[in-house]
């Protein structure tokens, strides 16, 4: 039996080795592993039928055999075994193919990245990246030379030739024992050449295996390269938007943007920093850059607010207690992102500030020879309240009341408890203030900190915050950790190749961008239900929010927010939905701690969260969302908190628009804010594509198409017999009263018309609100006379791009970036045949308006409103209709711009001739793109736009062939143009 034994191993061997052969197949040398996989297999279907023809062959010798009855039997007995392992040898064969299909798979793997190297050739490399490619080539064609030298020792250890001519002859001799035994030695011979070659081979295909897994990886990180942060906060300034308003380009001076430069963490509790005293005018109390005494150091602020708020629990220095108000040295203050110093002038104390989300640090220098004390008032901006001392903690606790946001919101509670790092004497031991006395070091400076939990929920919840938060941590750690945190968020966009100035604006836009909605929730969860003071718990591992500006913040900044930090910004809709649960059925409106402040109109918080779900912030209660913003927009529920969400909607929904004598704020603007909120709500119920309880006839899907037509109601405010109006110069939007007549004259703006319609334009004016229909801008070209005519109209409305809503009579209205309802004014143009104008009219807003000076922001910066269109712009970029995932586009500032989201890359935006004006031309992943609209789905990544930039304007996007720029109908159906788009004409 050794021969069978012999026999049927080395067939086995062979079969493994993916096949044998009768002839010296080996490939030439120039011949590629494709070539060399197409031979083997050519050569195992020859196998075959070499291994059947031997098979009969044999049977056939079988039958000629000759010789004594013995020699017969003994010989029978040897060609039964040769049978047997012929046999055996068919039924391998044809397993081979799957052998086969592995090796060739691995040939398909290389073939597929060298044209993942080819295509990473032709992109925008470092020289780093270069280097790296190269050394992929170089491994690339090393692997396949390796594979093509073990494919052919694979088809000379199974050569069968030699088999072969050992059956021939025994044909043409005569068969006996030794001629089988010679045979058995040729095959004991061909066994060993194939036990290496399957030993060897198996080893040498798992090595080409892993060989191509490395090279997956690098190749991978080349197209996809890793997040790696960058020292980014460096760039940032927190004094930017600090100064007093820039001067209005049609004369008069702006409000400033009200921005602060206190220590806090993104989207914090808590904002530690300086009050200065007021100035005169218009303003608010809060840090203003160009006064010159420190009022004290509150632990809250809002960023950009135009009415008072925060600036609860101020602590204050001193040396003396008559020191009240120290001076301010702007060469004696610094700030960065979670961290603020200043010396004062005179006394020389030195104060720095650096917080956690719920907790303030702080750390006070007091020279030698001076006394050290501190104040601490239980008060806010808006309210006052009482402290506690405890004198065997080391402790301060207390509260004061907050709120009354512009004069109509609800009030509400601040908690807060301080423990010193050493002992104090107290002036008083309750009451609203106290002063606390520390022991002076002898002739050495002395140096006394704080630590500050803050919670709207009690004291014992600002305690644990504080322990919880800051526990053990010294000062310097957690001012390192700060800077690390807002370090990370500003890395969600990595920009490079611009400007030191462009940089500094852009992250300094970026940091103010993410410093609101606040947390409003404490460390064991429990926050104020809304409207009251009963507690509640939120969801495990969600966080509760707070200072929703919803008419500021929904055009620009919540879809920035949302695209940026899902997780962040879903917690932010679900707070959302449960205080519209808790305070009546609909939404709030301006949002201050657990109170809501009926201060701008609209229901702009439902378009907030119909933008944050269209941009990728998808987790939380959307049936629930649905619910509350279909319920409020049919008036089936009217009030949060007993104020009026929507009070002219009655009259909105019975005439198709809100007359001028209904109860809202700025009865003629507002009809716009109520159909971009139609709009809104319908595209967020069509998004979800699931049913709730309300599915009826006139459930949310046939709400939502209703909602689609209301938000046509823009239209219905354009008198269609303006031309016999005396003094109205072309189609703009005009008062319209309950009995549907419209005024006899023109009204402009809020002066009315012969000291009638007054108040008709919420901040702005007809001419700023006409342009206001971001969901049917093509409608809206066709409603002003067409192309020709709105580009007209637009050339004269951009003339100025900083104007007020007031001026005087005789001029035409001009567009104001400095307030909200003008933000996606000017990208209108790429609704038109001439795109390159919104180029240059974004270049001029981005470059003039926006500046590194303290009055750099050219309005309110209302929680990061302004900002948030800064970001958008330099990126080259503009989310225009509401609730839509796409992105209008313009010529970006920076060479090169990643967009993050965690580590996840969503987008690359690269520029040659980065700074200049206008779009030569355009690319996306690699295929020219010609429209001015990108279409965007944010659970997608690795989009690459390339843009080529010039001096001169181009036709570039003036006549898209596809991805046409959508301008939403109020039948469901894309607007089209009245007329053809007139051609493009480069002026």
């Known amino acids: ?99 086969i299909a592995t090796l060739k798979g691995l040939n398909a793997q290389l073939a597929d990245l060298e044209k993942k190297v080819k295509a990473l050739e032709t992109t925008s490399l470092t020289g780093a990246e270069k280097a790296s490619v190269q050394t992929i080539t170089e491994s690339l064609a090393t692997l396949r030379n390796d594979i093509d030298q073990e494919l052919k020792k694979k088809l000379v250890a199974t050569d069968l030739k030699s088999l072969e001519d050992k059956v021939a002859t025994l044909e043409s001799g005569k068969v006996d024992k030794g001629a089988l035994e010679t045979l058995a030695l040729e095959i004991e011979k061909k066994l060993a050449a194939l036990d290496d070659t399957a030993r060897l081979g198996s080893s040498a295909t798992g090595d080409f295996k892993k060989r191509i897994e490395a090279l997956e990886g690098e190749i991978d990180k080349l197209k996809n390269p890793p997040r790696v942060d960058i020292a980014l906060t460096q760039f940032v300034d927190p004094f930017i938007g600090t100064g007093p308003g820039a001067p209005h380009d049609t004369g008069g001076n702006g409000m400033g943007a009200f921005t602060f430069p206190a220590a806090g963490r993104p989207f914090g509790m808590v904002n530690w920093g300086p009050d200065t005293n007021t100035p005169g005018g218009y303003s608010v109390k809060g840090y203003h850059y160009e006064m010159n005494r420190i009022t004290g150091f509150p632990l809250t602020h809002l960023s950009g607010v135009g009415c008072d708020a925060g600036s609860a629990i101020p602590f204050l220095p001193m040396s003396a207690a008559s020191e009240t108000q120290p001076a301010l040295d702007h060469k004696q203050e610094a700030a960065q992102p979670g961290y603020y110093y200043i010396k004062f002038p005179g006394s020389d104390i030195e104060t720095e500030l650096t917080a956690t989300t719920r907790s303030g640090l702080g750390k006070f220098t ?176 969600r966080v509760h929010y707070s200072s929703f500006s919803s008419w500021d913040t929904y055009r620009s900044l919540v879809p920035l927010q949302s695209l940026l930090y899902p997780h962040e910004l879903s917690d932010m809709m679900q707070t959302l939905v449960n205080d519209a649960k808790q305070c009546g059925g609909t939404f709030p409106m301006w949002v201050h701690g657990n109170s809501s402040s009926p201060i701008m109109p609209g229901d702009g918080v439902s378009i907030i969260v119909a933008q944050a779900h269209a941009y990728g912030a998808r987790n939380f209660d959307t049936a629930a969302a649905s619910k509350i913003m279909r319920d409020t927009a049919f008036g089936r529920t009217t009030e949060c908190d007993g104020r009026t969400t929507l009070p002219g909607l009655g009259d909105y929904m019975k005439l198709g628009y809100i007359p001028y004598n209904s109860n809202e704020q700025g009865d003629t603007s507002s009809n716009m804010e109520y159909t971009s909120t139609d709009f809104a709500i319908s595209q967020f119920v069509t998004a979800l594509g699931t049913k709730d309880d309300q599915v009826v006839v006139g459930g949310p899907t046939d709400e939502a198409v209703t909602l689609r037509k209301r938000s046509g109601n823009w239209s219905n405010l354009f008198n269609p017999d303006w031309k016999n109006v005396k003094d109205q110069p072309h189609p703009l939007i005009q008062p319209r009263g309950k009995d549907r007549k419209w005024p006899a004259g023109f009204v402009r703006d809020n002066t009315g ?107 309110n910066d209302d929680l990061g409103a302004e900002s948030g269109w800064l970001v958008w712009s330099m990126l080259g970029l503009y989310p225009e209709i509401p609730a839509v995932p796409g992105l209008t586009l313009t010529s970006p500032l920076f060479e090169k711009a990643v967009v993050w989201q965690g580590d996840n890359k969503l987008m690359t935006i690269n520029a040659q001739n980065p700074g200049k004006t206008y779009i030569q031309d355009v690319k996306l992943n690699g295929e020219a793109y010609g429209s001015t609209w990108l279409p965007f ?51």
Request: net charge negative; hydrophobic share 35%.
């Open 753 to 859: 018309y012969g000291g009638s319609y007054k108040e008709q334009y919420r901040e702005g004016n007809a001419e700023q609100y006409t342009w206001m229909a971001p969901h049917d801008i093509r409608g809206l070209i066709n409603a002003v006379g067409g192309d020709k005519a709105a580009l007209s109209r637009l050339d004269t409305f951009m003339k100025y791009v900083n104007a007020y809503e007031i001026g005087s009579t005789a001029e035409p209205g001009y567009m104001w970036i400095g307030n909200e309802p003008n933000f996606a004014s000017p990208f209108l143009y790429n609704w038109t045949s001439q795109p390159y104008k919104s180029q240059a009219v974004v270049q001029r807003i981005r470059t003039s308006q926006f500046t590194t000076k303290v009055d750099g922001i050219p309005g």
């Open 937 to 987: 789905d944010p659970a997608k990544s690795g989009a690459k736009l390339d843009f080529t930039l010039g001096d001169k304007p181009s036709c570039w996007g003036s006549k898209p062939t596809a991805n046409i720029a959508p301008s939403f109908g109020p039948d469901g159906k894309d607007t089209p143009l009245l007329v053809p788009v007139e051609a493009c004409a480069l002026q």
């Open 1 to 99: 039996m050794i021969l069978r034994r012999i026999f049927i191993a080395g067939l086995l061997g062979c079969t493994m080795l993916a096949g044998c052969d009768g002839d010296d197949k080996s490939p030439p040398a120039d011949t590629t592993s494709q070539g060399t996989f197409d031979q083997l297999k050519q050569e195992n279907a020859q196998l075959k039928g070499t291994v059947d023809g031997l098979l009969e062959r044999f049977k056939a010798l079988e039958q000629s055999l000759g010789g004594t009855q013995g020699d017969v039997a003994e010989l029978k007995k040897l060609f039964a075994a040769l049978s047997g392992g012929f046999t055996e040898l068919v039924a391998r064969v044809t397993a081979t193919e799957a052998d």
């Open 366 to 541: 007091y020279p030698a020879g001076r006394s050290a004390l501190l104040r601490i008032d239980a008060a806010s901006s808006t309210g006052s309240g009482t402290l506690a001392v405890d004198v065997a903690s080391k402790s301060v606790s207390g509260s004061t009341s907050d709120g009354g946001f512009c004069g109509a919101g609800g009030r509400f509670n601040v908690y807060f408890h301080a423990v010193f790092d050493q002992a104090f004497t107290p002036s008083t031991s309750s009451g609203n203030a106290t002063t606390l006395t520390f022991t002076a070091a002898a002739g050495a400076p002395t140096v006394m900190r704080v630590k500050v939990g803050l919670s709207y929920v009690s004291t014992a919840n600002a305690k644990e915050n504080l322990e919880k938060e800051s526990g053990n941590a010294t000062f310097e750690q957690v001012r390192e950790q700060a800077s690390a945190d807002w370090n990370k968020r500003l890395n969600a966009i990595q920009v490079s190749g611009g400007s030191a100035d462009d940089t500094k604006k852009f992250y300094t836009a970026l940091y103010h961008s993410l410093q609101t909605p606040s947390t409003f929730s404490d460390v064991n969860g429990e926050y104020i239900r809304f409207g009251d003071e009963k507690t509640e718990k939120v969801e495990k591992d």
